[in-house]
């Protein structure tokens, strides 16, 4: 029962051939059972579940129906869920419950989901390896020493591993479709403003975009559709119809134009996830699309871009978890200062502590217009790159990362290596534009991703073309031994 996608889950409730408090049940027991390898789960909500399955079966008794009416999901745990630990993987909110449910996580309630629980995650979303959770590292399925990948490590694993069918993630520099690579998971970005931000605990919020992490395209489709959409409570939310994603998926490709960026197979991609992209490549030829090799000149400049503009988001965004306001407190403080050192100094990791400092310094009198505006001009920079590229083809094709899943503990001592590792996955989130990592193939046994991107709110087109490649590829049904 655990190997079934969100669309045969569908299927087998629609024809009666289980409830969803039956699947529910199986699902809960394997994470039990499971988990304790992974360590993908925060919070389990047994409760919670096991009422919204029995909700969904009574509503599908009662006549209704949809894709999500009773699938089993998790939520990142950066969306706030009513009443339920909400914890951002950080000591400092180790105790928060949320007051009210995110927009997303409304959304799908409303749509008949079961929310099995709320998955481990890089603190404060800050990380590609998600080691940086104050829940302990998460390990990767695929290989139990390896990292899964961040920050949505926690989904990633849970999904690849079968606990679950499929999960929501957060994006702010790859963080759906590095983990998604690492899994061999589908996971899609999408543009920025299509779904909403609202309950969604902000890291950089002109970057932050919330998406579905999913084993094929189909079910990708499946839930970005019941996470999209214009929301009132979100300034950054654009107000444009959300087509039906799973309608699109059976289009041909015949005649699509792929641009492939010559930037992209510079000296740091390993040769392996280079001839293994070349072959999702012929592959895609086979199916009618026409290749053509573009350039954006601006990549080299995107991450220390990044790394400038995220931080300083970052350090006005978390500046509201003092002790006061937010967040955890220290014992018997002093005076106000110490409160404020001391709270902010217990309650962050290393890792939230040192992009706070660099945000704040980017951001101080003096060195703004140095960093932080030569940043934003960068960013502009690489949009333009895209927006020239796009006059000329449909889909940009590409590696989603240099390197398969690394050692736990590898970069652990170098900071700058592991941000390094977000090359291709960063541009995306500077331009707004939409990205999916699907499954590529593996070297050493470790799944490797390519990643297509597109225009603004062309969602369709990525999952029509991951869906086509999915139909005549199989690697996105390879199960990690042991799951
Ligand atoms: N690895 C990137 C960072 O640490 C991206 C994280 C993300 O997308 N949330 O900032």
């Known amino acids: 029962m655990h190997q079934m996608t969100l669309a045969e889950i569908a299927r087998g409730l629609a024809d009666k051939k289980f409830s969803s408090e039956e699947l529910t049940k199986v699902l809960l ?3 039990t059972q499971l988990d304790p390898q992974l360590n993908s789960f925060i ?24 894709p999500l009416l009773g699938a089993p999901i998790a939520h990142k745990d950066l969306f706030c869920t009513q009443g339920i630990r909400t914890s951002c993987g950080s000591k400092m909110l180790d105790n928060f419950k949320a007051p009210y449910d995110a927009t997303v996580v409304a959304k799908l309630a409303a749509a008949g ?4 629980g709320k998955t481990n995650m890089d603190e404060f979303a800050m990380g590609s390896a998600n080691e940086s959770s104050w829940y302990g590292a998460v390990k990767n399925p695929w290989n139990l020493e390896h990292v899964p990948g961040g920050s949505s490590g926690g989904s990633a694993a849970a999904v690849a591993a079968r606990l679950l069918p499929a999960a929501t993630a957060t994006d702010t520099g790859g963080s759906i479709r590095q983990p998604a690579a690492f899994t061999n998971l589908t996971g899609l970005k999408p543009t920025y403003g299509r779904v909403s931000r609202w309950g969604m605990i902000a890291y950089a919020s002109s970057l932050d975009q919330g998406g579905p992490l999913a084993r094929t395209a189909e079910d990708c489709a499946i839930l970005l559709q019941g996470m999209a959409g214009f929301d009132q409570n979100d300034s950054t939310s654009i107000d444009e119809p959300v087509p039906d994603y799973s309608a699109s998926l059976g289009d041909s490709l015949q005649g699509l134009r792929i641009g492939v960026p010559k930037e992209y197979f510079s000296a ?28 954006l000149p601006n990549m080299q400049h995107a991450i220390p871009a990044y790394y400038v503009i995220a931080p300083a988001e970052a350090s006005s965004n978390l500046s509201r978890f003092d002790g ?23 309650g962050f990791g290393p890792e939230v502590q040192r992009r706070i400092m660099v945000g704040a310094y980017a951001l101080s009198a003096g060195y703004y217009d140095a960093y932080y505006l030569k940043a934003q001009k960068i960013r502009r920079l690489v949009k333009n790159d895209f927006m020239a590229a796009f006059n000329e083809v449909d889909i940009i094709l590409g590696p989603t990362t240099p390197n398969p899943a690394w050692k736990l503990g590898a970069k652990n001592s170098d900071p700058v290596a592991a941000y390094l590792e977000d090359v291709y996955t ?58």
């Open 113 to 116: 989901a079961v929310t099995l």
């Open 268 to 295: 740091g991609l390993d040769p392996r996830i280079a001839e293994l992209i070349q072959n999702s490549i012929k592959e895609l030829q086979k199916l009618g699309a026409v290749i053509k090799e573009i350039s």
């Open 324 to 346: 006061v306001r937010f967040g955890h407190r220290c014992e018997q403080p002093k005076d106000l200062i110490d409160l404020y050192k001391r709270s902010r100094g217990e």
């Open 29 to 31: 027991a394997r994470i």
């Open 426 to 483: 960063i541009t995306a989130n500077l331009a707004g534009l939409p990205g999916l990592s699907m499954p590529a193939g593996f070297v050493d046994g470790l799944p490797v991703g390519v990643q297509l991107l597109a225009p603004y709110f062309q969602e369709g087109r990525l999952l029509n073309v991951a869906h086509q490649y999915q139909l005549n590829t199989d690697w996105h049904t390879r199960t990690p031994t042991g799951f």
């Open 43 to 66: 919070s389990l909500t047994e409760e919670l579940a096991l009422e919204q399955a029995k909700a969904a079966d009574a509503r599908r008794a009662n006549g209704e129906s949809g």
